[in-house]
């Protein structure tokens, strides 16, 4: 198994580009998480979701927009970026049906490293 | 609201000597929590839960948690640190019922000196 993957690893962006961060994981995770990591803040939860089609907020949604149309998949577009988007970003994923995700161990991908100008 | 604190910034231990590593919590329900490590440019790895059960939980590595209801604790500690334990440690939790979300504590800087 490769478990959590995220493309790419490094980006950088001028503000108001838009891009799209891959994650995929071939573990038939039914719940998965993206995350943003900054110096000081720990992780904050973006948005996450429980299964295929059902997607919900987190902390730290505004800017950020999520899909889930098949279980392997669970991509984040920036819609226009700005630097405060600088980020690390992990995408996560755990087992589990439903909220029951939560409860489980999460599976971290290796993170994508933002950078805006 | 949940919420979890780290309340070290860092912690620095000589090898061989027991660590302890802290965290607190706030739910308003029974409490799910967790240990992570992050070692440098990599993502977080999964060390040790807390459901239900002994107060005393083993996980990875060597690390061990004590679940503290009383003073909503849940420590984490190994008897004898190694300098390839020198990581970034994060404390999360989860309550229970349809609140579906992890909330993560801010961190803590682990340095084992040889």
Known sequence: NAGVTQTPKFQVLKTGQSMTLQCAQDMNHEYMSWYRQDPGMGLRLIHYSVGAGITDQGEVPNGYNVSRSTTEDFPLRLLSAAPSQTSVYFCASSYGRGGQGSYNEQFFGPGTRLTVL | AQSVAQPEDQVNVAEGNPLTVKCTYSVSGNPYLFWYVQ???????????????????KGSYGFEAEFNKSQTSFHLKKPSALVSDSALYFCAVRESGNNRKLIWGLGTSLAVNP
């Open chain 2, 39 to 57: 070692y440098p440019n990599r993502g977080l790895q999964f060390l040790l839960k807390y459901i239900t059960g002994d107060n005393l939980v």
